[in-house]
């Protein structure tokens, strides 16, 4: 079944077509991804938003909206389900663990910070 969903973060909007061979995970696909979220639990923000991506160092893609108000910086990532499908999760500010009270880690495998 093809599906095709419309949806706006920020002052960007995006269309997706999506084609799964069961209806249900269509619908699921675009039920989760044409919603993402639009409230951040950590400041109370429900306008400022955008949406992002990054890579790791082993080709994992990670997709994320970001509160843009000003001083937040949270993120709401995208899940995924080991048996398929996606959700998103709360939004969390992401603290360094240099700042969070632990040591700072020097090792050269954990020595660049990836924003997720």
């Known amino acids: 079944m093809i599906g095709k969903v419309s949806f706006k973060v920020g002052q960007t909007s995006y269309q997706l077509e999506i084609n799964e061979p069961q209806e ?8 989760v991804l044409g919603n993402p979220p639009s409230y951040c ?6 306008k400022f938003f955008k949406l992002d991506s990054n890579k790791d160092k082993d080709g994992n893609v990670y ?3 970001i509160c843009t108000a000003a001083g937040c ?3 709401s990532k995208l899940g995924q389900y080991k048996t398929g499908g ?15 009270g632990a040591p700072a880690d ?5 020595s660049e910070d990836l924003p997720f």
Do not use: I, R
């Not at 249900?24 to 039920?31: I, N, P, V």
């Not at 639990?41 to 429900?46: G, L, R």
């Not at 020097?106 to 954990?110: L, Q, V």
């Open 41 to 46: 639990q950590v400041c109370k923000n429900n």
């Open 73 to 75: 910086g949270a993120k």
């Open 63 to 65: 997709m994320n909206v």
């Open 86 to 100: 996606y959700f998103w999760k709360k939004f969390e500010k992401w603290v360094p663990k240099n700042q969070a």
């Open 106 to 110: 020097t090792s050269e495998e954990n």
């Open 24 to 31: 249900m995970d269509t619908l699921h696909k675009m039920a």
